[in-house]
């Protein structure tokens, strides 16, 4: 487990990102991450 500090900003478009996906932003990060390690 390891936690990441985001900007306020920053934080507040992964959340507005996951709402518009319907899942919770620690899913939508973990899958934004394991896409930028397949590239």
């Not at 900007?7 to 991450?33: F, M, T």
């Amino acid at each position: 487990m390891r936690g990441v500090r985001l900007p306020v900003d920053l934080d507040q478009r992964v959340h507005a990102a996951a709402d518009n996906a319907g899942v919770k932003a620690s899913i939508l990060i973990r899958e934004w991450i394991e896409l930028g390690l397949t590239n």
